[in-house]
C-alpha cells in the first residue's frame, strides 16, 4: 500500500491535522513512520477514518468507535448494539417530528394566544414532561474533534 503524510491523509479524509493527532493520541488510528517531522499513514488509514466518520454521524462517542477496532486494526462491529442504535435514531425521528408538527401548527394557529391553542398546550404538556429531549445525542460535526471526545468520554 502507499505511504500518505498527514497532509495528504487530512486532504483525503477532510479530517484536520489536529484532529488526525488527537485520533492517534487517543488510539484510533497510528502511523508506520515518519519522514522527516511529518507523520507518515498507510493508506488503509482513510477506511479508518471513514468508518469513525460514519460513527460519528450515527452518534457513536470516540470511545465506543475505538471500542470496535480489535487488536489487529479490523473493525468487530456489534450488530447488536447497531440495531440498538437505530432503535434510539427511530424514536429520536419521532419524536422531532412530532415537535417539528407542533411548531407548525403554532406558527399557524389562529387562536388569540398560543397558550388559548388546545395544540399548543398538549405541546407545552409534552416539553414539561420531557417528552421532548432526544433520545440519544444528537450527531456532532467532525470538527471539534477534541472537544467533541472530551464530552464522549464523560
Not at 468487530?76 to 419524536?95: F, S, Y
Not at 411548531?103 to 414539561?128: G, M, N, Q
Amino acid at each position: 500500500m502507499r505511504e500518505l503524510d498527514i497532509g495528504e491523509v487530512s486532504r483525503r479524509s477532510g479530517v484536520s491535522a489536529s484532529a488526525l493527532r488527537y485520533y492517534e493520541e487517543i488510539g484510533l488510528i497510528r502511523p508506520i513512520g515518519r519522514r522527516g517531522l511529518r507523520r507518515q499513514y498507510d493508506e488503509a488509514v482513510l477506511e479508518r477514518l471513514a468508518l469513525v466518520a460514519l460513527g460519528r454521524a450515527a452518534g457513536f462517542g470516540l470511545d465506543e468507535i475505538a471500542s470496535i477496532f480489535a487488536t489487529d486494526g479490523r473493525p468487530r462491529i456489534d450488530r447488536a448494539r447497531l440495531v440498538a442504535r437505530a432503535d434510539e435514531l427511530d424514536a429520536t425521528i419521532r419524536t422531532l417530528g412530532a415537535m417539528r408538527d407542533g411548531l407548525r401548527h403554532a406558527a399557524v394557529c389562529r387562536a388569540p394566544s398560543h397558550l388559548e391553542c388546545p395544540t399548543f398546550r398538549r405541546l407545552l404538556r409534552a416539553a414539561a414532561a420531557g417528552a421532548f429531549e432526544p433520545a440519544a445525542p444528537l450527531p456532532r460535526p467532525a470538527g471539534g474533534a477534541r472537544r467533541a471526545a472530551k464530552h464522549s468520554r464523560s
